[in-house]
């Protein structure tokens, strides 16, 4: 148990200053708090295994303590994850000036509702007041997590969009000079491969942008986030594939064809 306090401490004091962080450092900064959480389920695991076997007051004890470290480090897990997506928006600038400040909006009022969820730990006395929090903690993580998962993925969705833009317009200037080079079929073909994914990307873009939208509560926020990454992630294979065939038009280009 010291262990672990001891590195809830650590992390406590590495996230007060996480917001000085690039983006990059703020996600490592989550990842470890990950990895403290992850530590900190395994001591109240063991200490409700010990105090199953032995119900003294002290093995009780254990189990309280044990369960507040873990509620507060689950917490410290989701304000990391929640200032490294604000820092994510803030340095990308594909991404909007509004967007970037209703994700900020967002970021502040939840992690406001985390300080909140600290103050019902700290009056946790007895396993019967854990359990009424962790009860009270499982909805509220969720609708902690909700709207920056909404806003990230539009974020991302608006930047695979702005990244269609960019391969449109360069197959738009190939295609302007391939029109007027002999023997341009097979370059014309690359190029309308081209069109052809990035309209695929566009649809798929869409989708995922209405899948993000519906992450709200009430509703299933979880499911419609991993339904929105699905759609982007095709997306970005599309226009991965639009970056190949481009390639390929333009080396038939140099060659002449």
């Given at each position: 148990?010291?262990?672990?306090?001891?590195?809830?401490l650590i992390a406590m004091l590495l996230l007060d200053v996480v917001s000085a962080l690039?983006?990059?450092?703020?996600?490592?900064?989550?990842?470890?708090?990950?990895?403290?959480?992850?530590?900190?389920?395994?001591?109240?695991?063991?200490?409700?295994?010990?105090?199953?076997?032995?119900?003294?007051?002290?093995?009780d004890k254990v189990v309280v303590e044990t369960g507040k470290t873990l509620l507060n480090?689950?917490?410290?897990?989701?304000?990391?994850?929640?200032?490294?997506?604000?820092?994510?928006?803030?340095?990308?600038?594909?991404?909007?000036?509004?967007?970037?400040?209703?994700?900020?909006?967002?970021?502040?009022?939840?992690?406001?509702?985390?300080?909140?969820?600290?103050?019902?730990?700290?009056?946790?006395?007895?396993?019967?007041?854990?359990?009424?929090?962790?009860l009270r903690m499982i909805g509220k993580y969720v609708e902690l997590l909700t709207d920056?998962?909404?806003?990230?993925?539009?974020?991302?969705?608006?930047?695979?969009?702005?990244?269609?833009?960019?391969?449109?317009?360069?197959?738009?200037?190939?295609?302007?000079?391939?029109?007027?080079?002999?023997?341009?079929?097979?370059?014309?073909?690359?190029?309308?491969?081209?069109?052809?994914?990035?309209?695929?990307?566009?649809?798929?873009?869409?989708?995922?942008?209405?899948?993000?939208?519906?992450?709200?509560?009430?509703?299933?926020?979880?499911?419609?986030?991993?339904?929105?990454?699905?759609?982007?992630?095709?997306?970005?294979?599309?226009?991965?594939?639009?970056?190949?065939?481009?390639?390929?038009?333009?080396?038939?280009?140099?060659?002449?064809?």
């Amino acid at each position: 148990m010291k262990k672990v306090l001891i590195v809830f401490l650590i992390a406590m004091l590495l996230l007060d200053v996480v917001s000085a962080l690039s983006a990059s450092e703020a996600k490592s900064a989550w990842q470890d708090a990950k990895k403290i959480t992850i530590t900190a389920q395994a001591e109240h695991n063991d200490a409700k295994i010990a105090w199953a076997a032995d119900k003294t007051p002290e093995n009780d004890k254990v189990v309280v303590e044990t369960g507040k470290t873990l509620l507060n480090v689950t917490l410290d897990e989701a304000k990391a994850w929640l200032l490294w997506k604000n820092l994510e928006a803030e340095e990308n600038n594909d991404v909007p000036r509004i967007l970037k400040d209703t994700i900020k909006l967002d970021v502040d009022k939840n992690i406001k509702d985390i300080e909140g969820l600290r103050e019902d730990i700290n009056d946790v006395r007895n396993q019967f007041d854990l359990g009424v929090v962790f009860l009270r903690m499982i909805g509220k993580y969720v609708e902690l997590l909700t709207d920056v998962a909404r806003d990230s993925g539009k974020m991302w969705a608006q930047v695979a969009d702005i990244y269609g833009d960019r391969i449109s317009e360069y197959e738009q200037k190939l295609r302007t000079v391939t029109e007027s080079i002999p023997n341009n079929a097979n370059m014309l073909a690359k190029l309308d491969s081209v069109d052809s994914e990035v309209g695929k990307a566009r649809s798929n873009i869409k989708e995922a942008e209405l899948a993000y939208d519906k992450v709200r509560l009430p509703g299933t926020p979880l499911l419609k986030f991993a339904e929105g990454n699905s759609h982007l992630s095709a997306a970005k294979a599309d226009l991965l594939a639009a970056q190949v065939y481009l390639g390929q038009a333009y080396d038939l280009m140099a060659r002449g064809g």
